[in-house]
């Protein structure tokens, strides 16, 4: 992609934080963004490292990770398209306390933590859709801590493949189609970000596919049932 050519303003239109912001505001804000491609494995910070500027992913996938003192690594979070992160930590002063790496090819916009301070001052409402954000982002990560604190890892395979469908797979007629998941990363990482061993969750999807409750191709989940599925644990 040339970088040159990318509409940074219009992009940051589309984004629900910036989405009410008008032209000036949005080309300010481009002015203090950048924009990187990252290959596979590349380090977008590391802990310790200061933070002044928080992250969208536009294309790809990032993982945020800790490494443990025996040198394992856990996946807190892989952020994908449209998402954002790192927003919390810019505005304490503070390093970075956990790592972000490229798991995939990755187009990723940083925005500098002057650039947000500005249009604070400038736009009570803007930092109001940053708590909004944030709020979001918190609830999401506690819904994660109850999922590994109250959920069989059965159940957190089948929460993680149905979070992409229509309603979670509780709509109505046209949601009881057939649907299809692609994992976006590898199972390794999907089972760090669930908790799991690889081995385990492997063993998950191949005790669902012997249910006939999907059906594995390569990274392609096919999912014959979705209401099926999501009450499997429960029968």
Do not use: W
């Not at 380090?43 to 294309?59: A, L, M, R, Y």
């Not at 790809?60 to 449209?82: D, H, T």
Request: charged share 25%; net charge negative.
């Amino acid at each position: 992609m040339d970088l040159a050519q990318f509409d940074l303003p219009r992009y940051l239109s589309m984004l629900p934080l910036f989405q009410e912001m008008k032209p000036p505001e949005l080309q300010r804000l481009g002015q203090g963004s950048r924009l990187r491609q990252l290959a596979r494995g590349d380090e977008v910070f590391h802990i310790g490292e200061q933070c002044n500027e928080f992250h969208v992913t536009v294309s790809g996938q990032i993982k945020l990770f800790a490494i443990s003192p025996a040198g394992q690594e856990k996946i807190i979070e892989i952020v994908g398209p449209g998402n954002s992160f790192a927003e919390a930590l810019m505005f304490t002063d503070k390093p970075y306390f956990i790592n972000a790496q490229a798991l995939t090819d990755t187009l990723l916009l940083s925005v500098s933590k002057q650039s947000v301070l500005q249009e604070i001052e400038t736009d009570p409402r803007f930092c109001m859709r940053m708590l909004a954000g944030l709020s979001r982002r918190l609830h999401g990560l506690v819904n994660d801590v109850q999922a590994y604190a109250l959920h069989s890892g059965v159940e957190r395979v089948i929460g993680y493949l149905m979070r992409d469908l229509p309603d979670g797979g509780k709509g109505g007629a046209e949601d009881e189609l057939a649907q299809r998941v692609t994992l976006p990363v590898s199972k390794a990482a999907i089972a760090s970000r669930l908790s799991m061993t690889p081995e385990y969750f492997s063993r998950v999807l191949h005790e669902l596919e012997a249910k006939g409750l999907i059906v594995i191709d390569k990274r392609d989940i096919h999912i014959p049932d979705p209401q099926r599925l999501t009450g499997y644990p429960l029968r």
